[in-house]
């Protein structure tokens, strides 16, 4: 298994001289080359997750193991990619890409960022600043930012929250084409219904905490977004998440 999460427990506060636990006693094993949506209402604990599984955050029990090692903290295994793409301002695409890598003194830095500059199809703005690129640009370089220190999980945090409509549905596809390039274990935390299903091999439903879903998603690829399949799930997970009737028709 990519990713082994057993029995974890994480809590931020006491309520009624008790801790309230955010994360309670979940379970959940990822395969290698697997696609991960996690949803879930706010405050269920998906982002608490996230961090966790990328090592910002230390468990009060249990524990998460990434290839058979246990997570104690962050490291070159995992990927992150945020919401808000979090690039170096005064680095150009090339060099937020190299960053990382040469840290690690990776002699050949330039030659790998050329290749993931390739891969997100920014060739034409590798010298460009983050101040004249577009968000779903700035998120493309932040993934492939990301992918150029070769992880094994790349997780991401709503990483297309702050995009408009437009520019959200093609970077899905985009995320999609990148993931069958490079056939990497991602977990995704997501508000969206349809970027779920879209995306996902297993949709994991959190509630209160605690795993209440783990649904895989049986459609093929690509999919599409207004067939009745897919109306189906988007449906199941609506209304598991607000207890509304099933039978309504959801969209986004």
Not at 41 to 62: E, F, H, R, V, W
Not at 132 to 149: D, E, K, P
Not at 182 to 190: A, D, E, G, L
């Amino acid at each position: 298994m990519a990713v082994q999460i057993e029995h974890l427990y994480k809590a931020y506060e006491e309520r009624k001289g008790e801790m309230f636990y955010i994360l309670n006693d979940v379970n959940l094993d990822i395969a290698s080359g697997e696609f991960i949506c996690i949803l879930g209402k706010s405050g269920c604990g998906k982002s608490t997750l996230l961090n966790l599984l990328a090592g910002y955050l230390k468990p009060d029990k249990g524990c998460i193991k990434t290839d058979g090692r246990e997570v104690t903290g962050p490291g070159a295994d995992r990927g992150v990619v945020f919401q808000q793409h979090a690039l170096f301002p005064w680095l150009t695409v090339r060099k937020n890409i190299e960053f990382g890598l040469k840290l690690k003194r990776e002699k050949r830095a330039g030659e790998i960022a050329w290749e993931y500059i390739k891969m997100v199809g920014l060739e034409d703005y590798k010298d460009a600043y983050p101040i004249g690129l577009s968000g779903g640009m700035a998120q493309r370089v932040g993934i492939a930012r990301a992918l150029a220190n070769e992880p094994e999980v790349l997780l991401m945090d709503e990483p297309l929250g702050a995009l408009d409509a437009l520019t959200r549905d093609s970077m899905r596809r985009e995320i999609e084409r990148i993931w069958k390039l490079t056939n990497k274990t991602i977990v995704f935390i997501t508000h969206s219904v349809p970027e779920a299903v879209y995306l996902a091999d297993r949709v994991i439903l959190l509630d209160q905490g605690r795993v209440t879903m783990d649904q895989r998603i049986e459609l093929e690829r690509p999919r599409d977004i207004i067939s009745e399949c897919f109306v189906k799930y988007v449906q199941q997970f609506e209304s598991a998440i607000t207890g509304t009737d099933a039978n309504a028709v959801i969209t986004e």
